[in-house]
């Protein structure tokens, strides 16, 4: 059985469902499929931090060495790897070493500020406009420092977004326990983005997903597409398990899993899943005021109305996505040498998630250089959430034939092929 659709989007997490809800707005009619469930995934346990303060791409100098020492310490380490053979996985590492260059930030900077802001200013319309009921906090986020090292680069980070423009008040020692008591005494500073804020992901997609339907949408969850076929400058026909699809625009934003579901189409994805976990527990009495990310550990704390969140890791992965005790264990760790938590947490869940991530650390966004129905949107790595809004209204411009409102030449998939 053939269905004959308007546009089709593969992928129902941030990036699926935010292109799906301006799509709707711009008068068209959607079809999200997901081999799973929508709003869930790697999408909903992931920290909630909206960062526009995050301008600086993770392929940037020095990374490289600072990944070295880390490995040198498993069980505590913010990163890990896989090691393997694989040409494509080995490719990617050689690109990214490439791209850790003072040139791929200067030219990442304004790409990823211009969607950042497009995105948050997107974020407090959605959730007012829409009543999104998703604990919504806007006080920004702090990061805790416990070294002089950490928090004099912590500064430097700062004086870079003043010189774009953006908020960034670096605090003292009296300070940054005045802004968050739960900090424990040994953190002597800290850098407070008072232009980010955070919510609860998994709330706010499942409303989004909500909004969509009510809305007209035709969402097929445990649906997975196996083909995607293309003759000529289309694509032609989406083959899934329930079925086959043709559609006038296809969206692809399956996040970790494009290039596989892209493959046969000839395009160049460079995109790799990096694994994280969280654990969320009920909020306890000790609870921090705000989004806070602890320096040193890069670990991520949120509260979320009723729940508190701990959120880590980078690992470069396969596909797979089942949380590791061990490194959640580490996570807790990390949490209790910056705050003073309760003793026993009162746990939810834990939950591992891939980020999709490109080597130079600006997501994919734009037309296939050789379909002209083909939009993909992925490679967003650990803003996904952050620019989901921004992404989803971009893609819808341009399946209108509009002039995206920022400038997409940096996130082209030419871009990218260009390397
Ligand atoms: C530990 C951790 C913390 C994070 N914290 C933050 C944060 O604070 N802020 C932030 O902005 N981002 C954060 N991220 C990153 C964010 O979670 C990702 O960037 C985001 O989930 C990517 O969204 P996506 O829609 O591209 O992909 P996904 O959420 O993975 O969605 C892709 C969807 O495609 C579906 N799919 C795959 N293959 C097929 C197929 N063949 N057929 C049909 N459907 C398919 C999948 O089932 C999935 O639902 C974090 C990530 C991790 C791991």
């Given at each position: 059985?053939?269905?004959?659709?308007?546009?089709?989007?593969?992928?129902?997490?941030a990036i699926g469902l935010s292109a799906a809800h301006y799509l709707q707005r711009a008068g068209r009619a959607v079809t999200v499929l997901d081999q799973k469930a929508v709003a869930a995934g790697s999408s909903s346990g992931n920290?909630?931090?909206?960062?526009?303060?995050?301008?600086?791409?993770?392929?940037?100098?020095?990374?490289?060495?600072?990944?070295?020492?880390?490995?040198?310490?498993?069980?505590?380490?913010?990163?890990?790897?896989?090691?393997?053979?694989?040409?494509?996985?080995?490719?990617?590492?050689?690109?990214?070493?490439?791209?850790?260059?003072?040139?791929?930030?200067?030219?990442?900077?304004?790409?990823?500020?211009?969607?950042?802001?497009?995105?948050?200013?997107?974020?407090?319309?959605?959730?007012?406009?829409?009543?999104?009921?998703?604990?919504?906090?806007?006080?920004?986020?702090?990061?805790?420092?416990?070294?002089?090292?950490?928090?004099?680069?912590?500064?430097?980070?700062?004086?870079?977004?003043?010189?774009?423009?953006?908020?960034?008040?670096?605090?003292?020692?009296?300070?940054?326990?005045?802004?968050?008591?739960?900090?424990?005494?040994?953190?002597?500073?800290?850098?407070?983005?008072?232009?980010?804020?955070?919510?609860?992901?998994?709330?706010?997609?499942?409303?989004?997903?909500?909004?969509?339907?009510?809305?007209?949408?035709?969402?097929?969850?445990?649906?997975?597409?196996?083909?995607?076929?293309?003759?000529?400058?289309?694509?032609?026909?989406?083959?899934?398990?329930?079925?086959?699809?043709?559609?006038?625009?296809?969206?692809?934003?399956?996040?970790?899993?494009?290039?596989?579901?892209?493959?046969?189409?000839?395009?160049?994805?460079?995109?790799?899943?990096?694994?994280?976990?969280?654990?969320?527990?009920?909020?306890?009495?000790?609870?921090?005021?705000?989004?806070?990310?602890?320096?040193?550990?890069?670990?991520?704390?949120?509260?979320?109305?009723?729940?508190?969140?701990?959120?880590?890791?980078?690992?470069?992965?396969?596909?797979?996505?089942?949380?590791?005790?061990?490194?959640?264990?580490?996570?807790?760790?990390?949490?209790?040498?910056?705050?003073?938590?309760?003793?026993?947490?009162?746990?939810?869940?834990?939950?591992?998630?891939?980020?999709?991530?490109?080597?130079?650390?600006?997501?994919?966004?734009?037309l296939s250089p050789r379909h002209k129905n083909l939009i993909i949107a992925t490679g967003h790595a650990m803003l996904g959430l952050s620019l989901g809004p921004g992404t989803g209204q971009v893609v819808a411009e341009l399946a209108?034939?509009?002039?995206?409102?920022?400038?997409?030449?940096?996130?082209?998939?030419?871009?990218?092929?260009?390397?």
């Amino acid at each position: 059985m053939t269905h004959k659709v308007d546009v089709l989007i593969i992928g129902g997490g941030a990036i699926g469902l935010s292109a799906a809800h301006y799509l709707q707005r711009a008068g068209r009619a959607v079809t999200v499929l997901d081999q799973k469930a929508v709003a869930a995934g790697s999408s909903s346990g992931n920290a909630g931090h909206i960062v526009p303060s995050h301008i600086v791409p993770l392929a940037a100098p020095g990374i490289i060495g600072t990944a070295l020492r880390w490995l040198r310490d498993p069980k505590n380490s913010p990163f890990g790897m896989r090691l393997s053979a694989d040409p494509t996985y080995l490719s990617w590492l050689l690109q990214f070493a490439a791209a850790c260059s003072a040139r791929n930030v200067r030219g990442a900077i304004p790409a990823l500020k211009a969607l950042g802001a497009l995105s948050a200013r997107n974020f407090s319309r959605l959730v007012r406009d829409e009543a999104l009921n998703c604990a919504y906090n806007q006080t920004g986020l702090l990061f805790l420092y416990k070294t002089r090292a950490a928090l004099d680069a912590g500064r430097h980070e700062a004086e870079l977004l003043h010189q774009h423009g953006l908020p960034a008040d670096v605090l003292d020692e009296a300070l940054v326990h005045w802004r968050e008591p739960a900090a424990l005494p040994d953190v002597i500073g800290g850098v407070h983005y008072t232009g980010d804020a955070s919510l609860d992901p998994a709330r706010f997609l499942r409303a989004l997903a909500d909004r969509v339907i009510a809305r007209g949408a035709d969402v097929r969850e445990n649906t997975p597409v196996t083909v995607l076929e293309s003759a000529g400058e289309r694509v032609t026909r989406v083959r899934t398990s329930a079925g086959d699809f043709e559609a006038e625009q296809v969206v692809l934003a399956a996040g970790a899993w494009t290039p596989q579901v892209a493959r046969g189409l000839g395009l160049n994805l460079p995109v790799q899943p990096a694994r994280g976990y969280s654990l969320t527990a009920r909020a306890g009495v000790a609870l921090p005021r705000q989004a806070l990310l602890l320096g040193e550990r890069r670990v991520a704390v949120t509260p979320m109305g009723e729940q508190l969140r701990f959120t880590g890791r980078l690992e470069l992965s396969d596909l797979d996505t089942t949380p590791s005790p061990e490194h959640i264990a580490g996570i807790e760790r990390a949490v209790r040498e910056y705050l003073a938590i309760d003793e026993r947490l009162r746990l939810v869940g834990t939950w591992a998630g891939l980020r999709p991530t490109t080597p130079d650390g600006v997501p994919i966004i734009g037309l296939s250089p050789r379909h002209k129905n083909l939009i993909i949107a992925t490679g967003h790595a650990m803003l996904g959430l952050s620019l989901g809004p921004g992404t989803g209204q971009v893609v819808a411009e341009l399946a209108m034939g509009k002039t995206p409102s920022i400038d997409l030449g940096r996130f082209s998939v030419a871009w990218n092929a260009r390397r």
